[in-house]
């Protein structure tokens, strides 16, 4: 999707409907001050859509309450359409749109009585509301939805109707806090169509905030937060431009890809690597190819153009940081033994079919990847092999246990990682350790040298005593993953375990996956990520409750190419398959 241009006429300068000048803010959390925003000025012309991004923490959800007028800043002006968030914040909340991480839908009220309460809540007179109902449920594609539960819709549908109540009143200025964060492919490209279409149509200005930063290159203007600071200002286009001469792809007939990323990673020079589209993709710190003789002999290195992405690992990754250090150490596995088996696999719920009709297997040491639009039956799927839900029918074997017959034996040997943060919030980190210990059954010397590989393993050792709902995302995500892994799991499932996490923090944890895959721990994960599809060795792919397609990302996208070429991307693949099957909502 091509964004709106600005609406201003080309021979004048475009009017500001915002402008951040100077602003500062920090919050005392304990005995700590956090230093959210520091001196941050920014200005949004009108008709135009900017990105924010950052690493987690960088303080976007802050800049984003302050337009809002949710919160007051410390030190500097914020003006929005004119009024000042000090002095006005009620008339700017009454002119702009604003829809937060967690947008409050009432999940036992209909689509349409959702409309309502926010028509009402918003003042839209009457006889304005059904000629906006059937413009924004005809954007949406809501339309033949509206007598549906909220808390029965799949999480792209929720969001639609999340934006559809924000959008109620035309705003003069939309903010969106990470609005596409735990949807899949297709429905983001829905919501960023819509967001288009709002931009064009009804020439209203759009400041969002994303995690997926080929969505940043959409934009008409993108700021880059890091630790409370704007380190620029610019196009998408101009940014990455910058690393021109500085990005590579490398392959090999026969080379693992996963061997020639870790390769790669300790090649002198290199600053990133990326498995994509089956080579692996690398930054290097100069405008200079990586060094051939460091790398395994007879690899191929071509230039490639560069994105955006490149640009914000290069501006906020440390020359010479590298990847965890085991992932180098880690010694493959010998055997390769099926230690996941499902057959048949059929979960019920009334006369509605979850899943119907599954069949797979993963292999020892494997990364198995588990893909569907929202609503299409993996996290159900998920459940059941985690014993944590019973199948309607079928066969399913979990390290050589029936979870029929044996669930308890089968999650003793499994370590689970939800989408949501699920540990203690009021329990330290180390309690935290200490207590999933304890729940998995390892005690006394083995229990204490667990805790202490936790700590200094993902770096925790500076937040051990903080409560973990003061944890920023990454450090829950690293708290989370560690404490599944106490007991030295053999299978390690993962649900949309980097979602909402940067491109930095899902790089770390990547490198620690594939670390443990080498060492023989099976992985299940599901993602919607698409480019994170890429590291896995094979895929599921399902829609309505039943499988599309089983087999390796290169072997998927090739299914799905139509005559082309080239070899469409993961993302493109997965939604002919899932748009061919009729899947998506």
């Avoid at 709106?4 to 475009?14: K, L, N």
Wanted: charged fraction near 25%; charge should be neutral; include cysteine.
């Amino acid at each position: 999707m091509t964004p709106a241009s600005p609406a201003a006429d080309a021979g004048r300068p475009a009017a500001h409907v915002l402008e951040v000048a100077g602003v500062s803010k920090q919050f005392v959390t304990g005995k700590q001050v956090v230093h959210a925003l520091r001196e941050v000025s920014l200005a949004m012309r009108e008709g135009e859509i900017m990105g924010l991004v950052g690493p987690d923490g960088a303080g976007k959800t802050t800049l984003m309450r302050l337009v809002a007028g949710l919160l007051l800043p410390d030190a500097g002006t914020i003006t929005v359409l004119g009024r000042d968030t000090a002095r006005e914040a009620l008339q700017i909340q009454a002119l702009l749109g604003y829809m937060p991480q967690r947008f409050g839908l009432y999940e036992d009220l209909s689509v349409q009585e959702n409309l309502d309460l926010y028509a009402d809540l918003q003042g839209v007179p009457h006889a304005e509301r059904a000629e906006r109902y059937r413009a924004l449920m005809h954007m949406t594609g809501l339309g033949a939805f509206t007598g549906r539960l909220a808390g029965r819709l799949s999480g792209g549908m929720k969001q639609k109707l999340g934006l559809a109540c924000t959008l109620l009143r035309a705003p003069g200025l939309l903010v969106l806090d990470e609005p596409t964060v735990g949807v899949d492919p297709v429905s983001r490209r829905e919501l960023w169509e819509i967001v288009g279409r709002i931009a064009r149509d009804e020439k209203v200005s759009v400041l969002l905030s994303t995690a997926y930063l080929d969505e940043a290159e959409r934009c008409d203007e993108v700021v880059l937060l890091h630790e409370g600071s704007v380190l620029l200002q610019e196009r998408p286009a101009a940014v990455g431009e910058r690393m021109r001469g500085r990005t590579y792809a490398l392959s090999a007939p026969g080379v693992d890809l996963r061997d020639l990323q870790d390769a790669a990673w300790r090649a002198p020079g290199v600053q990133d690597s990326l498995i994509q589209a089956g080579q692996v993709r690398v930054v290097t710190e100069r405008n200079s190819p990586p060094d051939p003789q460091a790398l395994p002999a007879g690899i191929r290195i071509e230039p490639i153009e560069p994105r955006f992405e490149d640009a914000f690992v290069a501006l906020l990754r440390r020359p010479g940081t590298k990847a965890p250090a085991e992932i180098a150490a880690a010694a493959r596995t010998a055997t390769r033994e099926v230690v996941i088996d499902v057959r048949g696999a059929e979960r019920r719920f009334g006369d509605f079919y979850a899943v119907r009709n599954v069949s797979f297997e993963v292999r020892r040491g494997e990364i198995f990847g588990l893909l569907g639009a929202n609503g299409a039956g993996k996290s159900t799927t998920f459940r059941m092999l985690c014993g944590l839900l019973p199948a309607s029918a079928g066969s399913l074997k979990v390290a050589g246990f029936d979870l029929r017959h044996a669930a308890s034996s089968a999650r003793a040997r499994i370590g689970y990682m939800s989408q949501k943060f699920s540990l203690y919030g009021s329990l330290s980190v180390r309690q935290n350790l200490a207590f999933f210990g304890s729940a998995y059954g390892i005690s006394g010397a083995r229990k204490a040298a667990r805790e202490s590989w936790a700590l200094a393993e993902f770096d925790l050792e500076r937040t051990v005593d903080s409560p973990s709902a003061e944890l920023s995302l990454g450090h829950k995500q690293r708290l989370a993953l560690a404490c599944a892994l106490m007991h030295e799991p053999e299978i390690l499932f993962l649900d949309e375990p980097t979602s909402g996490v940067d491109p930095l923090a899902r790089r770390e944890f990547w490198h620690r996956i594939h670390a443990l895959a080498l060492a023989g721990v099976t992985v299940l994960v599901t993602t919607h990520f698409m480019e994170e599809a890429e590291y896995c060795d094979r895929l599921a792919i399902m829609a309505q409750g039943q499988l599309l397609a089983v087999g390796p990302p290169a072997e998927i996208k090739d299914r799905t190419r139509a005559g082309e070429s080239a070899l469409p991307t993961m993302e493109e693949a997965f939604i002919r398959l899932i748009e061919q099957s009729g899947g998506a909502a």
